[in-house]
């Protein structure tokens, strides 16, 4: 017999095992079915390498949007990342203060370049660096901030700001999960020296494998065409100032290319629509879990890219991960801190006392968010989640 799920003294009653399963993947790539007609057109351009119309279109609309001054298409939110230590002129012995939890792009791209990771605890509530502790974490070294915004949740940027201006800092905003999320009516990546954002299978709007540099120091600009093309004057070459292009500066072949950026530009025209249904669903998973006080979940949405869940233990955040499986629900942890991994202990070290990093590390859960999951999937994985608590 079926029963609905009802509030009932304090007591939830659920749909019986008997239902057929439904299988739920964590993630499926978005397809709106606006990319084909790009794409297609940018075949018949007959240009498919890095610099083409679908790139200038992709870039022109990412600077209306954000507000940024100067945005670079780029392969990857990494190479964004690798390109903006380079802008920072990072040399052997620098140091780069981040948080810990957080992707391991945003440490390569420094440690590369030589710089030492001073790592710093994050604020619980919102899994972002706590901006409280960076002060302390600054010495003759520092040269960097990097700001991860972690699921769309902007970072206390006027406090990172305001440092980064005190002590002559540059501040890297990784934005990596963030197209449409703002901080006080400013885009995120907008705010600092530097953005990267990114546009992988994962995120809300995607290529498959894409990025975006953002610049709004405009004193970078010029180096960053450079440091994009090789570490070549060949964007000079393009507009006819030189006759001839050269290497001038180091570099790489950081450009996305026209068919990923074709591509991208037909999702870019729905951000903020894909990013609503997103939110909405957000919505819907934190009316079923608000009530239920054993578990911290976000107060913001972002821009609905993660919906989590925190355990009180490890054990527990396994335990569900393995029931949700039985009944073909796919849920995830996510990053492991980076000051305990082997390269984290050889290229870093942690500032002060890790009171959050390792626990919401280790009791975090991703749960299942795309644009193929609907209110009833999202019933069904909340009964689910909730049987273990009637076991």
């Not at 899994?127 to 070294?141: C, F, G, Q, V």
């Not at 703002?182 to 954002?197: C, E, M, N, T, V």
């Not at 120091?217 to 100032?241: M, V, W």
Request: with cysteine; proline share 2%.
């Amino acid at each position: 017999m079926t029963r609905h799920l009802m509030k009932d003294s304090e007591k939830w009653l659920f749909l019986d095992n008997t239902l057929e399963k439904k299988n739920i993947p964590f993630h499926i790539p978005l397809v709106t079915g606006s990319e084909s007609e790009h794409v297609n057109a940018a075949i018949r351009n007959k240009y498919l390498g890095a610099g083409g119309d679908f790139t200038k279109k992709c870039s022109s609309f990412l600077e209306d949007f954000t507000g940024c001054k100067k945005v670079i298409m780029t392969t990857s939110c990494t190479d964004a990342l690798e390109m903006a230590a380079i802008l920072a002129d990072i040399k052997e012995g620098d140091e780069v203060i981040m948080a810990s939890f957080n992707f391991v792009s945003a440490a390569n791209a420094f440690v590369m370049r030589g710089a030492k990771i001073c790592f710093v605890d994050i604020d619980q509530m919102n899994m972002n660096i706590d901006a409280k502790l960076i002060e302390a974490a600054i010495s003759p070294r520092t040269k960097v901030i990097v700001a991860m915004h972690y699921s769309g949740v902007p970072c206390e940027m006027d406090t990172i700001m305001g440092l980064a201006e005190k002590y002559n800092l540059l501040v890297v905003e990784d934005a990596a999960h963030c197209i449409g999320a703002f901080y006080k009516d400013r885009h995120l990546g907008s705010i600092g020296h530097l953005g990267a954002i990114s546009f992988h299978e994962t995120k809300n709007i995607q290529c498959g494998e894409g990025g975006a540099l953002m610049i709004n120091d405009e004193r970078l600009i010029q180096r960053a065409l450079i440091i994009r093309d090789k570490g070549t004057n060949r964007s000079d070459f393009n507009k006819g100032i030189v006759k001839k292009y050269t290497w001038v500066d180091i570099g790489s072949s950081f450009g996305l290319s026209e068919l990923n950026a074709a591509f991208l530009f037909g999702q870019l025209l729905q951000i903020q629509e894909r990013n609503q249904f997103r939110i909405d669903l957000c919505k819907q998973y934190k009316a079923f879990f608000s009530d239920f006080k054993k578990h911290e979940i976000p107060e913001d949405p972002g821009n609905g890219h993660i919906f989590y869940v925190k355990f009180d233990s490890v054990e527990k955040r396994d335990r569900m991960i393995d029931h949700l499986k039985t009944f073909h629900i796919e849920a995830v942890s996510h990053y492991e801190p980076l000051h305990q991994s082997v390269a984290g202990k050889k290229y870093g070290y942690f500032s002060g006392e890790d009171n959050f990093t390792t626990k919401c590390s280790k009791t975090l859960l991703r749960l299942p968010l795309h644009q193929d999951i609907n209110n009833e999937d999202i019933l069904y994985i909340f009964q689910r989640f909730m049987q273990v608590y009637e076991m």
